[in-house]
């Protein structure tokens, strides 16, 4: 993925006033679009739109400085209105465009990013590949916030809001893999922006046949390949450190890619406190064009 993320940034940098068209450059690389989005987010720390976002406006305030029509400089980077671009450019810079071009800052400019891949292979991964049929997951959903590191307390607070006897229950109905009460993240942004909404489900697997409860969400999993990380330790902070993982060390070293669906954390064994455990991270993935 390091050739690929670097030709995406060198496309962003040579169509920074121009409609973005990744759909195309990834089929171009010989990859997907949603692949790209979640490797770009995962190895840079932010979204490729917002990466797009703040170095538009790291080019247009040498504009602005410049002395340059204000309207201009808008139309050029796709604003419709100086309004819109003076919001635009406050967002990255904290100051307006004609506060900048007054007394010449401050800036907040986003350099040229540059990937590069150093191979340490200090985490190792316990994963094997799974072929499955279509299958549902049903439970409880919500839409929740997406934060990276840490408890999500807005996951805690939908879990905790259900009965312990529901709980139970939902273990009953389970009848396939992944095995257990499951822990599901689905219509993720591509970008995975942190912040960005999701649909959380808490719930278990069942066969595609099998009836669903009226009382319970579901949603349907198309058949297809998933790679499963085997994953101990504190939590959530080793389920997170592997989810990373997988974007800097298992997909630049294998020849699989994300897929569009939901990913699954199957908790297998945990502390009564649940500081610790032992989980299961199924992510959905296709066979890479090389």
Known sequence: MIAPLNHLVEFVEDHLTEEIDIAALAHRLGTTEYHLRRMF???????LSEYVRRRRMS??????????????????FGYGSTEAFA?????VHGVGPADVRRNGG??????????????????????RIADRPAFRLIGHSARVPLIHTGVNPHIQEHIASL?????????????TEPTGLLQVSADVDPD?????????????????????????????????TWA?????????????????????????????????????????????????????????????VR
């Open 228 to 288: 499963v990380f085997r994953v101990s330790g504190a939590y959530p902070a080793a389920l997170q450190a592997a989810w990373a993982a997988t974007a800097t060390d298992w997909f630049p070293s294998n020849p699989w890619q994300l897929r569009p669906g939901p990913s699954i954390v199957a908790v297998l064994d945990r502390a009564a406190d649940f500081s610790t455990a032992t989980c299961e991270l199924w992510l959905p993935v296709e066979r890479a």
């Open 106 to 127: 401050p800036l907040r400019t986003q350099s040229q990013l540059r990937f590069r891949l150093t191979v340490e292979g200090n985490t190792p991964m316990d994963t």
């Open 163 to 175: 009965p312990p006897a529901e709980h139970q229950r939902l273990k009953e109905l389970a009848d």
């Open 41 to 47: 987010s995962a190895l840079a720390g932010m979204p």
């Open 192 to 224: 995975y922006a942190e912040g960005s909404e999701l649909t959380y489900l808490h719930g278990v697997a069942v066969a595609e046949t099998t009836p669903v409860p009226g009382d319970l969400d579901a949603i349907e999993v198309a058949a297809g």
């Open 59 to 76: 080019v247009a305030a040498a504009e602005v400085l410049g002395g340059d029509d204000l309207l201009g400089i808008a139309t050029r």
């Open 87 to 91: 919001r635009a450019f406050t967002s």
